[in-house]
């Protein structure tokens, strides 16, 4: 393994850019707590990436694009992920407009994941990726969990909503309609309806 550039340094994970068996990847590193007992710490930490490797396997098989994941090791709490070399979708509204059909494609990876009782945990605009070959990728599923709650959804809209209002309030209501339709031709129109009507009552 030979780490390079850190990308990202968050609260939970330090995410570097570097080489793997010859492979451009991303190795994204949990963090150990100081103020938890050392063993409840390593516990829960191994639990974690384990989980998060699931979830993007769980995610693939579902049809969202995302990273694969090349390696896990659990005793450094690290995985190694496809490296995927292009722009967060943040990053475009800062410069330019974006094809309608991204966003429509960004609301059907959120609704493939809901539709198999996973929620994301995590969902903004620096989430999404498209790659230098014009593919969308969903990333960082570090807080994603199994449910069938719908709050857990709604959730997911609202950390959404909020994303868009704080970074993109010009173009909000732009990307929440063409988001809800993609959204909605996975998870049709009722439950689309009801899933949306908990993320506004929870705003």
Request: charged content about 30%; proline content about 1%.
């Amino acid at each position: 393994m030979e780490k390079l550039n850190v990308l990202k340094r968050g609260a939970e994970s330090i995410i570097y850019e570097g080489y793997f068996l010859g492979y451009h990847v991303v190795f994204k590193e949990r963090l150990s707590k100081h103020y938890r007992n050392p063993i409840v710490d390593r516990s829960i930490n191994s639990q974690r990436t384990m989980m998060e490797a699931h979830f993007i396997y769980n995610a693939l098989k579902a049809g969202v694009n995302s990273p694969a994941v090349l390696f896990v090791d659990k005793e450094n709490f690290t995985l190694v992920l496809e490296y995927i070399k292009g722009k967060s979708i943040k990053e475009i509204l800062e410069s330019s407009k974006i094809d309608h059909e991204f966003l429509r494609e960004m609301g059907r990876f959120i609704g493939l994941l809901h539709s198999r009782g996973i929620s994301h945990g995590d969902v903004n605009t620096n989430n999404f990726m498209i790659s230098d070959q014009g593919e969308l990728f969903l990333i960082d599923f570090g807080l994603s969990k199994r449910t069938d709650d719908i709050e857990d959804f709604g959730t997911d809209i609202e950390v959404f909503y909020r994303s868009l209002d704080t970074v993109h309030p010009e173009a909000r209501d732009e990307l929440l309609v063409h988001f809800i339709e993609g959204y909605s031709k996975v998870m049709g129109k009722e439950r689309t309806q009801s899933v949306f009507k908990t993320a506004q009552e929870i705003r």
